[in-house]
C-alpha cells in the first residue's frame, strides 16, 4: 500500500516535471521563433501580398489591368533599346553565358584541385573582384576601356588609332557588360566546386590513373558525375535568380544601349523614376515571379531526373 | 614524436602529400596540357594587375597630367596628398568620407550580426525541437527560398514609409533580420548533425534552454557563424543599391563613392582623388580577406555540398 502511494507520488513528480520541461520548451520556442515568424508573416502580408495587388492598381490607387497592358506592349517592344523586351533579351542571353561559365568555372576548380603550379596564387587573385565592391572594380574597369583611357594608349602600340566607345555604342556595350561579367567572374563558385572535388575519394582517382585515364576522361567521366550534385545545385541557383540578375549595369551603361537585364530595369524604375513606376515594377515583378518559379521547377524536375552517384 | 610531426594543426601531412602525389602526377602531354593553362591564368592575373597598376598611378597624379598625359605613364610627381585630400574633398549631400566609413561600420555590423543570427536561431529551434506546425514552418520556408518573388521593392518602400522607418538605421535590423534566408538551411542541417546529447546532458546539469542554446549549442556553430560573419560582412561592406534605396540619407562607402562618381563624371572634376577614395574603400575588405582567407577557402570548401 505504501509503495503504491510512493509509486504514485513518483508518477506525479515526474509528470510534474516533465510538463514543466515542456513549458521550458515552449517558452524558449516562443522566445525564439515569435519574432522571425512575425517577420515572414509581415514581409509577406504588407510587402510580397502588397506587391501583387499593386500589380493590379494605377498609381492613383485605381483597380484596373492596364499596368499589366503597359508591361505587356513594352514585353514586345523591340524598337527601343531601354525596354522589357531588351531587358528579357539580356537577361536569357545572360543565363546562356552563365550556365557557360559554369563549366569554365568547374574546369577552373579542376585545375586547382590537380595542384597545377601557381594553384594558392591564382586562387586568391581570382577571388579578388568577388571581395571588391562592384563600384570600384567598374569604376576602374569602365575608365580604364575609355577613348581616352589606357587601353586607348595600349591599342594604339598595336596600329589601333581609334578605340571605339565600347560603353557608348550600342554595336560594343551589350557585349563589354558580358565581357566584365566574365572577366570578373573567374572566381565564381570556385569554392562550393573545389570543395565537391576534394571529397571524391582519392582512391578513385588513383585506380583511374593506374588504368592510364587521362585528363579529359578523369574530369568526364569521373569527377563530374561524382560532383554532380553540386554542380546542378547551383545550375538551379542560376535558374532561380534569373530576374533579379543586374551585371553590373548600374555601374557600366546605366542600362542604356541595349544594356539593360530584368534585374536592373526593376531597379531602375524604382530608384530613378520612383512612385510612378511602381505599379508598373510590381506587375513586372509578378509576371517574372510566376515565370521564374515556372523556369526554376523545370530545371529542377530536368536536373533530378539525372541521378547523382552515391558514394 | 614521429605522431607529432605527422599531425600539424590536425592535418595528415603524410595523407597530404600522398593526396598531392596522386593528384598532381602528370604524363608529358598533360604538362603541356597544364602549361598552357597556367599560360593562360597567368594572362588573366596580369590584366587584373594592369588595371591596379593604373589606377595606382592614376590616384598619384595631378587632374592636368591624368586627363592630357599617358595614361600608363608614371607621374611627374606622386601626388599623395590625393589621399589626404580624399578625406575632406569627397563629400556627398554633406557626408563625406569619415562619415561614409561610419555609415559603412555601423550598417555591416548590424547587417552582418542579425543576417548570421537569426537564421542561426531559426535553424536551432526546427533542427532539434518537435512541436506543432515545424514541418509546416520548413516547407513554406524552402518553398520561399525556392520562388523568390521579384518586384517586392516599391512595396518594401511604401511599407517602411508606413511604419516609419524608411531612411533610418532601423531599416537595417528589420530588412536583415529574416529567420529564413538561404543560410537557415545551412544552419539547419548543422544543428541536425550535432549529437543531441549535448543539449540533454546541459539539461541534467540544470541548465535551461536558453542557457543550453547559448552556452552550449552555439559555440559550437562558431565556426560556421564566423565564416558567414565573413562573407556577409565584406558583401554588405561592398553593398550599395540597398543603400541608395532604402538609406539614402546615410550613403556608405560604396553607395557615397557611386553618387560621388557620378558628379565627378558629370563636371569632369578631380578624378585622382576620386580614385585615391576608391583605392582607400577597397583596404578593409582586402586586410580582412588577407587575415581570413585561409578561413575561407578552408570553411568553405568543407562545408559545402556533398557530390
Redesign the interface.
Known amino acids: 500500500m505504501e509503495n503504491e502511494i510512493l509509486s504514485e507520488v513518483d508518477e506525479v513528480k515526474a509528470k510534474k516535471k516533465k510538463k514543466k520541461a515542456q513549458r521550458g520548451v515552449t517558452i524558449f520556442l516562443c522566445v525564439m521563433l515569435a519574432y522571425p515568424i512575425l517577420e515572414f508573416l509581415v514581409s509577406w502580408i504588407f510587402v510580397k501580398f502588397n506587391t501583387i495587388l499593386m500589380a493590379f492598381q494605377l498609381p492613383t490607387g485605381e483597380w484596373s489591368l492596364l499596368t499589366f497592358k503597359a508591361v505587356f506592349t513594352d514585353m514586345f517592344n523591340t524598337q527601343a533599346t531601354f525596354s522589357l523586351a531588351v531587358a528579357l533579351r539580356n537577361t536569357f542571353l545572360w543565363l546562356l553565358v552563365s550556365i557557360g561559365s559554369l563549366f569554365f568555372h568547374y574546369f577552373i576548380a579542376y585545375v586547382f584541385y590537380k595542384k597545377m603550379l601557381g594553384t594558392k596564387f591564382f586562387r586568391i587573385v581570382f577571388y579578388i573582384p568577388a571581395i571588391l565592391s562592384e563600384v570600384v572594380v567598374a569604376t576602374v574597369f569602365k575608365n580604364f576601356i575609355l577613348t581616352n583611357g589606357p587601353l586607348a594608349d595600349i591599342v594604339r602600340i598595336f596600329g589601333i588609332e581609334q578605340l571605339p566607345q565600347l560603353l557608348a555604342d550600342p554595336d560594343y556595350a551589350n557585349k563589354m557588360v558580358f565581357f566584365y561579367n566574365f572577366w570578373t567572374s573567374w572566381g565564381g563558385h570556385m569554392l562550393l566546386l573545389g570543395g565537391a572535388l576534394v571529397r571524391v575519394p582519392l582512391e578513385v582517382i588513383e585506380s583511374a590513373r593506374i588504368d592510364g585515364v587521362g585528363v579529359w576522361r578523369e574530369l568526364v567521366q569521373i569527377l563530374f558525375p561524382m560532383t554532380w550534385g553540386s554542380f546542378s545545385t547551383i545550375l538551379i541557383l542560376s535558374f532561380t535568380g534569373i530576374f533579379g540578375v543586374s551585371n553590373s549595369v548600374l555601374m557600366l551603361t546605366h542600362g542604356y544601349n541595349g544594356t539593360v537585364t530584368a534585374g536592373y530595369w526593376i531597379f531602375h524604375k524604382t530608384y530613378f523614376e520612383g512612385a510612378s513606376a511602381y505599379n508598373q515594377v510590381a506587375a513586372t515583378g509578378l509576371i517574372f515571379t510566376v515565370a521564374g518559379a515556372i523556369i526554376a521547377l523545370g530545371v529542377r524536375w530536368l536536373v533530378e531526373r539525372i541521378p547523382a552517384v552515391e558514394y | 614524436m614521429e605522431k607529432s610531426m605527422r599531425y600539424v594543426n590536425g592535418i595528415d601531412r603524410k595523407k597530404v602529400k ?3 602525389d ?4 602528370r ?1 608529358p ?2 604538362r603541356i ?2 602549361s598552357v ?2 599560360v593562360v ?2 594572362l ?2 596580369l ?2 594587375l ?2 591596379v597598376y ?2 595606382v598611378l ?1 590616384s598619384l597624379k595631378t587632374p592636368m597630367e591624368y ?1 592630357f598625359g ?3 605613364a608614371f607621374p611627374n610627381e606622386l601626388m599623395f596628398s590625393n589621399y589626404s585630400k580624399a578625406f575632406s574633398g569627397l563629400q556627398v549631400d554633406g557626408t563625406n568620407l569619415f562619415g561614409m566609413i561610419f555609415n559603412t561600420l555601423w550598417y555591416t555590423a548590424l547587417a552582418t550580426f542579425f543576417a548570421i543570427m ?1 537564421p542561426c ?2 535553424g ?2 526546427i533542427s532539434k ?1 518537435d ?1 506543432k506546425c515545424k514541418n509546416l ?1 520548413y516547407t ?2 524552402v518553398i ?1 527560398l ?14 517602411l514609409n ?1 511604419i516609419g522607418i524608411f531612411d533610418t538605421p532601423l531599416y537595417v535590423i ?1 530588412s536583415h ?4 534566408t538561404g543560410s537557415f538551411l545551412i544552419y539547419y542541417g548543422f544543428f541536425k548533425s550535432v549529437s543531441r546529447s549535448y543539449m540533454e546532458a546541459a ?1 541534467i546539469d540544470g541548465a ?3 542557457a543550453i ?1 547559448f552556452k552550449v549549442m552555439l559555440p559550437q556553430a562558431v565556426p560556421v557563424l564566423l565564416t558567414y560573419a565573413i562573407t556577409n560582412s ?1 558583401s554588405y ?2 553593398d ?2 540597398s543603400v ?2 532604402f538609406i539614402p540619407s546615410f550613403p556608405t ?3 557615397g ?2 553618387l560621388y ?1 557620378e558628379l565627378e563624371a558629370q563636371r569632369m572634376g578631380d ?1 585622382p582623388r576620386y580614385y585615391a577614395g ?1 583605392i582607400l ?2 583596404i578593409p ?2 586586410v580582412l ?1 588577407a587575415c581570413t ?1 585561409s578561413k ?2 578552408t570553411s ?8
Do not use: D
Not at chain 2, 520562388?147 to 511599407?159: D, E, H, L, Q, S
Not at chain 2, 533580420?177 to 529564413?180: A, D, L, M, Q, V
Not at chain 2, 568553405?300 to 557530390?307: E, P, Q
Open positions: 600522398k593526396q598531392k596522386i593528384l598532381s602526377r604524363t602531354g598533360e596540357f597544364f593553362v597556367f591564368f597567368s588573366q592575373t590584366s587584373y594592369l588595371m593604373w589606377v592614376a586627363f599617358k595614361q600608363l537569426m536561431i531559426t536551432y529551434c525541437f512541436f514552418i513554406v520556408a520561399n525556392m520562388i523568390p518573388v521579384v518586384g517586392t521593392a516599391p512595396a518594401n518602400i511604401k511599407f508606413v528589420w533580420s529574416s529567420g529564413f539539461e535551461n534552454h536558453f542554446f565584406i561592406w561592398n550599395y543599391q541608395l534605396m562607402l560604396a553607395a563613392l557611386y562618381g578624378f576608391l574603400s577597397v575588405p582586402l580577406f582567407s575561407i577557402m568553405l570548401s568543407v562545408g559545402g555540398l556533398k557530390g
